[in-house]
């Protein structure tokens, strides 16, 4: 077995039937459970204006994880820094840095983390999508707070998050660790690490080119178990392929009758065999595979399932058939 890390990603989804605040109050025993196993980070995603996912800051989140466990790397994945003032955002995350010493991470993006432009506009303060200049001036304004107006301490281990061989060839730039979106557009996965790698740029945040890939990654006793509750997240995936990012985050039962047409069960099922969705062995052997194909130096995996229990459930079972 590949000898890497594994974290986790959480999108925090809003179950049907609960509250955002119920998924809220499950955050600190996700954050515990991942540390139990074993995980070496859990980050968390900036989403806005969905049923499905909680639009919970990903600052505030880690900073809720970072009280509630005492090892594991926390952080974002990512902050969207055309949302943000670079200084607040460094000050934000320069402050968790020197509450909780080499434990945070600042994992930036790029996206609006909204499929609603209304919503997106109010969030830049009626500035329309930032061009590939104002993202990269944003990157390194970040970058440069952190050293010269906030350095309260440690500082958080920035990240670039990339699903494009644009983003790749920035962090490459910027000599910065890439956090590349394989569970968001995997036809890009290729790409992305090679050209970051070939055109990596050592800085003082990174010596050498340090891939980590997500994953979204669905495991359970047995290969039908595992597709089972996977079938929530096909359904907002389903709604997303028609431009409706208004579609709450069924049950499994729900998602099992949901009326997929044949096209979007021939991209939901090209998708998924990108991914890392089955019995422990299946799993196992897929990321493998992709950690093999990628030189991956990390595995972050996203776990999209309905139930808490379950979702914690399927980390345990990859990291235990992992270590084999």
């Not at 955050?27 to 968390?44: I, K, N, S, V």
């Not at 790397?73 to 955002?89: D, F």
């Not at 958080?156 to 660790?177: I, M, T, Y």
Request: some cysteine; aromatic content about 6%; charged content about 20%.
């Amino acid at each position: 077995m590949l000898d890497i890390p594994l974290s986790a990603l959480e999108v925090a989804m809003v179950q049907t039937g609960t509250r955002a605040v119920d998924t809220l109050r499950d955050t600190a025993d996700f954050a515990r459970g991942m540390e139990r196993l074993g995980y070496h980070r859990l980050w968390y995603a900036e989403h806005h204006h969905s049923p499905a996912i909680g639009a919970f800051p990903p600052v505030v989140l880690t900073a809720h994880a970072a009280a509630s466990t005492s090892v594991i790397r926390l952080g974002s994945g990512g902050v969207l820094a055309p949302n943000h003032a670079p200084l607040a955002l460094a000050e934000q995350f320069g402050t968790l840095a020197a509450l909780h010493e080499d434990r945070i991470d600042l994992g930036i993006g790029r996206g609006p983390g909204t499929f609603d432009e209304g919503i997106a506009r109010a969030l830049r303060r009626g500035a329309g999508p930032a061009t590939d200049a104002e993202y990269r001036e944003d990157v390194a304004a970040v970058l440069s707070f952190l050293v010269e107006e906030v350095a309260l301490g440690p500082l958080p281990e920035p990240w670039l998050l990339a699903s494009s061989a644009a983003g790749g060839a920035l962090a490459a730039a910027l000599g910065l660790p890439v956090a590349v979106a394989h569970h968001i557009r995997p036809d890009n996965t290729r790409a992305v690490v090679e050209g970051y790698r070939a055109a990596f740029t050592a800085s003082r945040w990174c010596e050498r080119p340090r891939v980590l890939l997500c994953v979204e990654t669905v495991c359970a006793q047995t290969e039908e178990e595992a597709v089972w509750r996977a079938g929530p997240m096909n359904v907002v995936k389903a709604g997303l392929l028609q431009g409706l990012s208004r579609t709450p985050f069924p049950t499994p039962e729900q998602a099992a009758v949901h009326p997929f047409t044949e096209q979007e069960r021939q991209a939901l099922d090209g998708f998924r065999a990108q991914q890392a969705v089955g019995a422990p062995e299946t799993v196992v052997g897929r990321l493998a595979q992709l950690a093999g194909e990628t030189g991956a130096d990390e595995l972050m995996l996203t776990t999209p399932v309905y139930d808490l229990r379950e979702r914690i459930g399927s980390y345990e079972l990859v990291r235990k058939y992992w270590g084999r």
